[in-house]
């Protein structure tokens, strides 16, 4: 290469400003995979959108959890289309205001879009699970029906608007219909369940064509970097707990589950500190006969295995509704990997939930069966730590000996009662090694009835509202293991 | 800029690129038996083409082993493989010293060796060279001359030390050994490394490698492999199979079904004579793809066979 000069446009400019966008939404390209993306650009061809794709998927996204984010950056920086399809791809310009392209056209005498048109077509398209006829009613769906006030007396499009107007889960009973061949007998049954799985899968992917649709129009309007900056949700990862919704709540499940994996090898670490255990002296003998007697390669006999035991302690009350299913999350993860865990949730009073969480039993149920079978409410059903505490010190002082790992999961806001900060101090004082996740910003500790600063002193106390956080956490918890 | 300058490449390792582009990889993966999806192609294309390792991950049975197998096949390449676990070191991948063998030289040469005056430096330097070397796989690898895919097998069961131990070939394709200095390779293998993301891998090993995670691909896919595999299969039982599949899978079970249990399930409803998979036949057939007890239970629950 001759010599060069810094590229302020062109494509290599726009492909640094999609890596630079890439980094600004939180995922971590380096310097070497952004030289990377040009020899990609280089390899593969450029018009076929999907190879390009892919490819700049293979340098930057590291992780499944960085995919989504990284699919909406691409279609912001490399639209498939601009406007209402005037296509840049090879689909070809879709007729405007059909629900399919090439049918009549829908609009009611009125000027009104037609829905039970629109609703007939997603219907055959999702019947058939035509992926292409998806994606492109999805296009035409947003531009006709997904246009709304934006404040400012501007125009915008949302997906919600889409979603009441063509309501596709109402669609469900007539789609099972069709897929059961209307055969009466296999109602109820297992087919109807696989049946209702595959209209699961092809609903999602309706909505995701219609996300994807949304943002491009949108980005279109206000500019990509605007979009970008405003519109891409948080990935699983950077979700509060406190605000989860449901479907960030499964999303998070697959997060917090390896990370289960990795607290239960970080507690039991210490074990492989020394790599190998005690010298076999007969094994060593025996090998050194092929070298002439001297013992070249010694043999260990294996370590014995530390089995570590946890005490899970969770506040399951109202206030972290959103913090405590995840915690029966992380408990219910931590049960497959820990020996031995017991795992304790507590409102006001304390009560042993161990038994809920028996492997391969399914997480909604015994959350459910916690709330309605556990004791745990004692006076009013408001928080009160002191004596979740106390009654767990009455109770099971044996589950907590010298070589648990003590998990306390709670905001520490105890509703003005006596903290009973000496119970605490008796738990921790026995435990091997004892931390709090706490799902309140640190600045909030100690304000209002949150008596964390208190607890703080007496054990240690992390801030722990997303499962980036927790995955710091568990790294952090044994430096150089 | 072109693919030959791409940032990592290293002076004096050739390297020949195998795949002419991704349709060409679509079709000789597909000849040698393995139906890609176009991501899975464009992934292995570059890999190809930008000499670099790829990193495959995704749960277990979505047919990771397999591509190696596919590609190596697909290119004519001998397939070289090291199966990673807990303990793997250094003697087991990479490569060891034959000290049996260097005693008997030591020995044997000792006599000899009063007689002709044979220094302790002549004789070291004779029992640290490549008749006293055993290879192990990752040396192979490099020192093959023939095509060769280095297939680095389930990474994430392995120490992070064999990560560290990776490193230098992943990223400059070649092996230091302290009393032999360095071995280039002569030519560059296809590396890939599978993981089934049951513990992070190190950024340092992401950055050197493609990444892809490969999941359980799409129904239609799916059926095209059944039915690539098992081809007396009617098509509307193969769709059948899938669609319960896909079922099972959204379950959250303990081991969700493979692509291979999928396959297993397709022969046995076809060895016992099934043309329809209805819920005697599901309950009679469950063993073949799900293989613990409380997930069959809870399988048996959420599809209402009882």
Same mark, same amino acid.
């Given at each position: ?20 966008a ?8 380096g310097?070497?995979?952004c ?9 593969v ?5 999907e ?17 989504l ?12 289309a601009?406007?209402?399809?005037v ?20 609009e ?8 039970? #048109? ?10 058939d699970?035509?992926s292409e006829?998806?994606?492109?009613l #999805? ?46 007998s ?9 049946a ?5 899968d092809?609903?999602s992917?309706?909505r ?25 949700r ?16 499964a ?17 039991s670490?210490?074990?492989r500190?020394?790599?190998s ?50 915690t ?11 020996s ?15 038994s ?9 149920t ?8 556990a ?25 907590i ?6 998990l306390i ?20 004082g026995?435990?091997r090694h ?5 799902p ?29 956080q ?12 | ?22 349709d ?5 993966l ?15 294309y ?44 250094e003697?087991?991948?990479l ?8 005693l ?21 330097d004779?029992?640290?060279?490549e ?14 001359h ?47 490394l ?13 950055r050197?490698?493609?990444y892809?995670h ?13 039915v ?14 899938v ?10 079970l303990?081991k969700?079904?493979s ?5 297993d ?9 099934i ?5 005697a ?12 007890a409380s ?12």
């Amino acid at each position: 290469m001759s010599a060069q000069t810094v590229e302020t446009k062109g494509l290599l400019a726009h492909l640094t400003g999609f890596v630079n966008a890439l980094r600004e939404a939180g995922i971590p390209v380096g310097v070497g995979e952004c030289v990377d993306t040009a020899a990609v650009l280089a390899s593969v061809d450029v018009l076929n959108r999907e190879d390009l794709r892919e490819g700049l998927a293979a340098v930057c996204v590291k992780r499944p959890a960085y995919r989504l984010t990284f699919d909406t950056m691409f279609d912001l920086w490399w639209p498939l289309a601009t406007g209402d399809g005037v296509a840049l791809g090879k689909g070809g310009a879709d007729g405007e205001g059909d629900p399919d392209a090439d049918g009549d056209p829908t609009e009611a005498g009125d000027g009104q879009p037609d829905i039970d #048109a629109w609703r007939d077509a997603l219907a055959k398209a999702l019947m058939d699970g035509d992926s292409e006829m998806l994606k492109r009613l #999805a296009r035409n769906a947003v531009s006709q029906l997904g246009k709304g006030a934006a404040g400012g007396g501007r125009e915008s499009y949302y997906s919600y608007r889409v979603m009441r107007a063509l309501s596709p889960d109402t669609l469900v009973a007539q789609l099972l219909d069709g897929l059961l061949n209307k055969a009466e007998s296999e109602r109820g049954g297992m087919q109807e369940q696989v049946a209702r799985q595959t209209i699961r899968d092809r609903l999602s992917e309706f909505r995701r064509y219609v996300d994807a649709e949304v943002r491009r129009r949108v980005a279109e309007d206000r500019g990509k970097e605007q979009v970008a900056k405003t519109t891409i949700r948080p990935m699983a990862d950077q979700v509060d707990f406190l605000r989860a919704q449901s479907d960030d709540l499964a999303e998070l499940r697959r997060t917090v589950h390896p990370l289960a994996r990795r607290l239960a090898s970080r507690l039991s670490a210490r074990r492989r500190l020394g790599r190998s255990g005690r010298l076999d002296f007969r094994r060593t003998v025996r090998a050194s006969l092929a070298t002439g007697g001297i013992p070249i390669n010694t043999h260990h006999k294996p370590r014995k295995q530390h089995k570590p035991e946890l005490v899970v302690l969770c506040d399951v009350s109202g206030s972290v509704a959103g913090f405590s299913h995840f915690t029966l999350m992380l408990t219910a993860a931590l049960r497959e990997q820990f020996s031995k865990v017991r795992a304790f949730a507590f409102v006001d009073t304390t009560d042993e939930v161990t038994s809920f969480f028996t492997p391969g039993e399914d997480l909604p149920t015994a959350v459910q069966r916690i709330g309605s079978e556990a004791n745990l409410v004692w006076f009013d059903g408001h928080s009160d730590y002191g004596h979740a505490f106390d009654v767990f010190e009455e109770k099971w002082p044996e589950a907590i000996g010298p070589k648990t790992s003590l998990l306390i999961l709670g905001d520490a806001r105890s509703n003005y009662r006596d903290p009973s900060l000496q119970s605490l101090k008796q738990m921790v004082g026995r435990a091997r090694h004892a931390y709090w996740l706490n799902p309140e910003a640190q600045r909030m500790w100690g304000s209002g009835d949150s008596v964390a600063t208190r607890y703080a002193e007496v054990i240690d106390m992390k801030e722990c509202r997303t499962a980036a956080q927790l995955a710091d956490f568990v790294h952090d918890m044994l430096p150089g293991a | 800029m072109s693919a030959e300058q791409s940032a990592s490449a290293p002076i004096g390792v050739q390297h020949r690129p195998q795949f002419g582009g991704v349709d060409d990889v679509l079709i000789r993966l597909g000849q040698a038996g393995y139906l890609a999806d176009r991501a899975t192609a464009t992934t292995v294309y570059l890999a190809d083409r930008l000499g670099k390792p790829l990193l495959v991950e995704g749960p277990a049975g979505v047919g990771k082993t397999e591509l190696a197998k596919a590609v190596a096949a697909a290119t004519g390449s001998e397939i070289v493989r090291l199966q990673c676990y807990e303990g793997l070191d250094e003697a087991r991948a990479l490569y060891e010293w034959n000290y049996k063998k260097q005693l008997l030289r030591i020995q044997q040469g000792s006599a000899a060796a009063t007689a002709s005056g044979e220094t302790w430096d002549d004789a070291s330097d004779d029992i640290f060279s490549e008749e006293f070397l055993l290879e192990r796989p990752l040396l192979t690898a490099i020192r093959r001359h023939d095509p060769t895919v280095l297939l680095i097998d389930e990474i994430d069961k392995s120490d992070v030390e064999v990560e560290g131990l990776l490193l230098e070939i992943l990223s400059d394709y070649q092996v230091t050994i302290p009393e032999m200095g360095t071995i280039h390779a002569a030519r560059r293998p296809f590396v890939l490394l599978t993981s089934n993301a049951t513990r992070e891998l190190s950024e340092a090993l992401k950055r050197r490698a493609l990444y892809l995670h490969l999941d359980y691909p799409g129904p239609e896919r799916e059926r095209d492999i059944i039915v690539s595999r098992v081809p007396d299969i009617a098509p509307a039982l193969a769709d059948q199979i899938v669609r319960t599949a896909r079922a099972l899978r959204a379950m959250e079970l303990k081991k969700s079904p493979s692509i291979a249990e999928t396959i297993d399930w397709a022969q046995t409803l076809l060895a016992l004579g099934i043309n329809t998979l209805d819920e005697a036949a599901v309950k009679e057939t469950l063993g073949v793809v799900l293989k613990h007890a409380s997930d069959a239970a809870k399988a048996s629950g959420e599809l209402r066979l009882n």
